[in-house]
């Protein structure tokens, strides 16, 4: 199975800047083919939203809240995908969550998606 494992989070002055990274194992290109690698967040009292996915073939898309600001890179050898926040504002307040959707060669057929445990931002004077 694939594994998500997060970083980056923490406490950030609004204006200020921070990046997110997720790494993942276990995606051997023999087995396992990611398709899509997404951040989304959750702030408190509010419901989970996609902030911007980049897909295999390098496409990226963004919120309409986050674009200019939040960039979206994959860090191929840290096999890895990369949040870029500049200019956060109190609204960046949330969890962040990296996931990714996976195709097993067996079974190409069939999209499933693995979750990080997510990474808390605090954006806040």
């Known amino acids: 199975q694939v594994q998500l494992v997060e970083s980056g989070g923490g406490l950030v002055q609004p204006g200020g800047s921070l990046r997110l990274s997720c790494a993942a194992s276990?995606?051997?290109?023999?087995?396992?083919?990611?398709?899509?690698w997404r951040w989304s967040r959750q702030a408190p009292g509010k419901q989970r939203e996609l902030v911007a996915v980049i897909e295999s073939v390098g496409l990226t898309n963004y919120a309409d809240s986050v674009k200019g600001r939040f960039t979206i890179s994959r860090n191929y050898r840290k096999n890895a995908v990369d949040l870029q926040m500049n200019s956060l504002t109190s609204d960046g307040t949330a969890v962040y969550y990296c996931n990714v959707d996976v195709r097993t060669a067996a079974t190409p057929w069939i999209t499933e998606a693995a979750w990080g445990q997510g990474t808390p931002v605090n954006v806040s004077s």
């Open positions: 276990g995606n051997d290109p023999k087995d396992l083919t990611i398709t899509h």
